[in-house]
């Protein structure tokens, strides 16, 4: 008579081995990570207090402020951050209206064509931004305008328009279209109901997008650069003193865009758990 022979399972010191080996590496892992992302920007705010003439960490002739009064004297610094800020809030005024038609004409209009619709309105976001940029500067020369400001809004809106449709598009899937026909029902005018049911719905949704149109006009280059003309915004400012040598200046930029974004989301995590307690309290 034979007996069958059970395999052993695995001994709990085994396992507490791979769980002491995975817990080095996913530790290791986090520790790569965090000095890959923050260790650019420790740099950056170094160099934007040393007195060295150029950014640097490495030659250090000691702690000054003195690029901070030189960041209040630079006359096209200032000004091209208030060409950027302008065009950023006019690429929110055309993106977002577009980018909440786009979506939803594809999530309400049932059509075979909606793939081909799609296609040709996602396509902005795939094409290069200089294609952009010059595109949109020989079309409106055919209306006599000019570069500026009012292209460099034009040319990125084509592409930020894309991204907020997107975002729009993955927010009405998640809606309950029973509330709008309800509404309907109850003899609201569609007007009404896209005020009162819609927009409400959408209106976390459209605050992100306009959020994100508004840091993605800030930071584009590509585009910008053949649609601006004579005028000039903080990015392509930047880029045009690359040829002579950068000075510590655009590292206050940076600094002072570092504190800003953490300030702004500090406040917005306070509101929201302001709101969570709200809700929870009801």
């Known amino acids: ?121 996602v396509s902005p976001i795939l094409t290069p931004g200089i294609i952009l940029g010059i595109s949109t500067l020989i079309f409106w020369r055919n209306f006599e305008v000019p570069g500026g400001l009012f292209l460099a809004m034009m040319a990125q809106a084509t592409f930020i328009a894309s991204y907020s449709m997107l975002m729009f598009m993955a927010r009405l899937q998640r809606q309950d279209r029973s509330l709008e026909e309800a509404a309907l029902d109850l003899g609201a005018s569609s007007f009404l109901v896209f005020r009162r049911v819609t927009i409400p719905f959408l209106a976390p949704t459209i605050f992100t997008a306009a959020v994100i149109a508004f840091l993605q006009s800030i930071e584009n280059y590509n585009t910008t650069v053949f649609a601006i003309g004579g005028n000039w915004t903080l990015v392509t400012e930047i880029g045009s003193r690359f040829r002579f040598g950068l000075s510590p200046v655009i590292n ?25 307690k709200a809700r929870m309290a009801r």
């Open 1 to 121: 008579m034979t007996t069958a022979t059970v395999a052993a399972p695995p001994t709990p010191i085994r396992r507490t081995r791979e769980g002491r080996w995975a817990s080095i590496v996913l530790t290791a892992y986090m520790v790569v990570f965090f000095i890959y992302l923050f260790a650019p920007l420790l740099v950056m705010t170094l160099a934007a207090f040393n007195a060295y003439d150029y950014p640097s960490v490495t030659q250090w002739r000691g702690w000054t402020l003195k690029w901070f009064d030189e960041l209040a004297g630079d006359e096209r610094i200032l000004q091209g951050l208030w060409n950027s800020i302008l065009v950023g809030v006019g690429v929110i005024a055309v993106s977002i209206p577009i980018g909440l038609s786009g979506a939803f004409i594809l999530t309400r209009l049932q059509s075979r064509w909606n793939g081909v619709l799609y296609g040709v309105l």
């Open 252 to 276: 206050v930029i940076g600094v002072i865009f570092v504190v800003l974004t953490v300030i702004a989301a500090t406040i917005y995590v306070m509101l929201k758990e302001r709101d969570r």
